[in-house]
């Protein structure tokens, strides 16, 4: 399973970006697609996650500002991000929970990331 990550860039203070990934190769089905991001000298850190199913769980210093939505029909999962801060730059990290086969458990898969960067 491949994540290819897109939509990030430079922005200033109070803008606004909004990221994609695509998730391809062998899916049999995905559990659920999410972001995570790390910043210099931090650890790797929840954005957001949504379910096939339309659950959604987001990171107690995002929520109001980011959005996370989905197309199961495309495995694509979309991050709206609003008011953007400079501590939300990082590297976006695309991660999905996805099976291969019918037999087969589900894996976290993650793809490269995208940065982020936020000017003040």
């Known amino acids: 399973v491949q994540l290819q990550a897109c939509g990030g860039g430079l922005v200033q203070v109070g803008g606004s970006l909004k990221l994609s990934c695509v998730a391809s190769g062998r899916i049999f089905s995905l559990y659920d697609m999410g972001w995570y991001r790390r910043a210099p000298g931090r650890q790797r850190g929840l954005v957001a996650t949504?379910?096939?199913?339309?659950?959604?769980n987001y990171a107690d210093s995002v929520k109001g500002r980011f959005t996370i939505s989905s197309d199961n029909a495309k495995n694509t999962v979309y991050l709206q991000m609003n008011d953007l801060e400079p501590e939300d730059t990082a590297v976006y990290l695309c991660n999905t929970r996805a099976r291969t086969s019918s037999g087969d458990s589900y894996r976290a898969y993650w793809g490269q990331g995208t940065q982020v960067t936020v000017s003040s």
């Open positions: 949504i379910t096939t199913g339309g659950s959604t």
